[in-house]
């Protein structure tokens, strides 16, 4: 394994922090975290069951520590990367 670890807030799996979606919350809201962005963030699997579990365990607030909306445009957004990294999975 080479690179940091992160943890799915999903799954809590521990994998490459490469493998793993990065978020951050703007606005009370859960983004996609751009490169570099700085602040507090969390990490998916690339995988909307993850997503779902997240939310299910409103896993989102604890990690963000405040609120963290998951809304259709944040699931859309999710939903396309995922899509994207199929090819590498
Ligand atoms: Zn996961």
């Keep these: ?4 670890e ?3 807030i999903g799954c ?4 490459a922090q490469r493998e793993l979606i990065r ?7 859960v983004r996609l975290a751009t490169p570099g962005a ?4 969390a990490y998916l ?3 909307p069951a993850c997503l779902e579990a997240a939310g ?4 989102f607030g604890r990690a963000f520590r405040g609120p963290a909306a ?16 199929k090819a590498v999975r």
Aim: charged share 45%; with cysteine; aromatic share 4%.
């Design 6 to 8: 992160r943890s799915c």
């Design 56 to 59: 299910r365990r409103r896993a």
């Design 38 to 41: 700085s602040g507090r963030g």
């Design 23 to 29: 978020l951050r919350v703007e606005d009370g809201r």
């Design 12 to 15: 809590r799996r521990k994998r």
């Design 45 to 47: 699997c690339p995988d």
């Design 70 to 85: 998951v809304d259709e445009e944040f699931v859309a957004a999710f939903a396309a990367v995922c899509d994207g990294r």
């Design 1 to 4: 394994m080479d690179g940091p």
